[in-house]
């Protein structure tokens, strides 16, 4: 998963209760991004960031706020959990934009009652 | 809207023979184009790219073919393998966005019988 950890792997939470989840890269690749995988859907960009405390939304950004104090981590947060946001959630890390491939972490899987 | 789709969601095919998994874009200024395999519980994992300016790219045992004048791209598996059983997203970006977006397929699921 081309040197790309998501913590946690699992997460079951309840309706309104906040939920963090990380993404850690050892790749020193500046482009970090948040998507969300649900059926029908396919991915989902959430937010994205260009540099250490640059961030930018995505086309589902409602909901949701991320942070990244230092290259290797971005962290996504759910201020107040809902059950639509019951979803796997990928990180992915590239090197620059434009014509650069983009390279997926192994997802958290998040169950929201 | 632009969006990047797929004709196939399920291809079935022999263990050995080749497979052809095909997108089709309408985003005439896409001109970046990547195949991702996802396999169960596991996250998109990249296979191959091309840009634009290319109308085939091969890599081991696949081969990706982009037909600009139809907005058309495919992806070869050649001998298909039992792991080659996977869902295969395409996945656009278009230069002129800036939002660094990549656009996703919704995927073929690809089943390799033994």
């Known amino acids: 998963d081309a040197g790309i950890t998501q913590s946690p792997r699992h997460k079951v939470t309840e309706t309104g209760t906040p939920v963090t989840l990380r993404c850690h890269q050892t790749e020193n690749h500046r482009y970090m991004y948040w998507y969300r995988q649900d059926p029908g859907h396919g991915l989902r960009l959430i937010h994205y960031?260009?540099?250490?405390?640059?961030?930018d939304k995505g086309e589902v950004s409602d909901g949701y706020s991320v942070s990244r104090s230092k290259t290797e981590d971005f962290l996504l947060t759910l201020e107040s959990a809902t059950s639509s946001q019951t979803s796997v959630y990928f990180c992915a890390i590239s090197e620059s934009t434009g014509w650069e491939t983009q390279y997926f972490g192994p997802g958290t899987r998040l169950l929201v009652l | 809207g632009e969006s990047v789709g797929l004709h196939l969601p399920t291809l079935s095919v022999q263990e050995g023979d080749n497979s052809i998994i095909n997108c089709a874009y309408s985003n005439s200024a896409s001109d970046y184009f990547i195949w991702y395999k996802q396999e169960s519980g596991k996250g998109p994992q990249f296979i191959i790219d091309i840009r634009s300016n290319m109308d085939k790219r091969q890599g081991q045992r696949v081969t990706v073919l982009l037909n600009k004048t139809v907005k058309h791209l495919s992806l070869q598996i050649a001998a298909t393998q039992p792991g080659d059983s996977a869902v295969y997203f395409c996945?656009?970006?278009?230069?002129?966005?800036?939002?660094?977006?990549?656009?996703f397929g919704s995927g073929t699921r690809l089943l390799v019988r033994p």
């Open positions: 996945a656009e970006t278009p230069r002129m966005d800036s939002s660094y977006k990549l656009i």
């Open positions: 960031s260009y540099g250490v405390k640059d961030t």
